[in-house]
């Protein structure tokens, strides 16, 4: 059984070691393939969030054709996902909402969500609080990074790097702030609000008063049991099927030129952090 994992959800454009290590140690074990869009962005407004979409649900289609179990969306923002769910058979699962269903212990439990990034990318964390079930019990979004942050995105000294390294002021500032909704908020499970944070998510867990969910491990475990659901004609409802599902592999095709569809070759990244979508000549 093979998971597809679209992004990796880090300043790298190799599979998460974590992810291949949470498959394998599955029963029965799986194997998951990384697979980045051929179109994508930093989703610094909704206007590239725009973008991101059609890139994600551009790539969940090559992944259902080439043969995936299930899709897994690292990304706590859930890219595409109703989009995705609309155009394949096979279960599409958002980190996102998976990590939200696993904080509020499936809409029981009072959460927060901590996360890396400046209070400018709230948009994406309201969306998914509104869209996702148990998003109703969150008590609080708690931003660590200063704006300044998105401009030092793939450098050595950036957020997603220090995380990587394990240095050890971010670690502490995160924990100060999944404390702090613990105490201020009510928080009784924290969130953290970006696959990214997966490196440093178990050191949180160790030291944090309440659970700690980390949204990649989440979406993966979210998929896995997914696509055994699925084996055992046990899965979902299949939602409505879109008319056209050639739409989207299209337009990503025609954007950059390729003349094909589904399936494509990603295009080389123009940074560490995700494919430039840089206007076409």
Partial sequence: MRIAVIGSGTASTDLPPHLADTASAASPPATAAL????????????????????????????????????????SFADYGLDAARAAVEVPVIGAGAA???EASAQGTRPFAIVTVW?????????????????????????????EEELARLGDADGVMQRMA?????????????????????????????????????????????????????????AALAAAAARAAGAGEPVPARARNTRLVPAIVSAWQGTGTGAGAEPAPAECPVCIDATEPE
């Avoid at 613990?182 to 659970?211: H, K, Q, Y």
Wanted: with cysteine.
């Fill in 165 to 221: 390294r394990h240095d050890a002021p971010i670690i502490a500032a995160l924990l100060r702030e999944c404390e702090a909704a613990v105490r201020e908020d009510g928080a009784a499970a924290i969130a953290l609000g970006c696959t990214c944070m997966a490196p440093v998510g178990p050191l949180l867990e160790g030291r944090c008063s309440v659970p700690v969910i980390e949204a990649s491990r989440a979406g993966m475990h």
């Fill in 99 to 101: 990590a939200i269903a």
């Fill in 118 to 146: 400046p209070r400018s990318m709230a948009f994406l964390y309201e969306e998914r609080l509104r869209a996702a079930p148990g998003g109703e019990r969150c008590v609080g979004v708690r931003y660590v990074s200063r």
């Fill in 35 to 74: 697979a980045n869009p051929r179109l994508s962005a930093f989703a610094y407004t909704p206007y590239e969030r725009l973008v991101v979409d059609l890139g994600y649900v551009d790539a969940i289609q090559a992944a259902a054709t080439q043969g995936a179990a299930a899709v897994m969306i690292n």
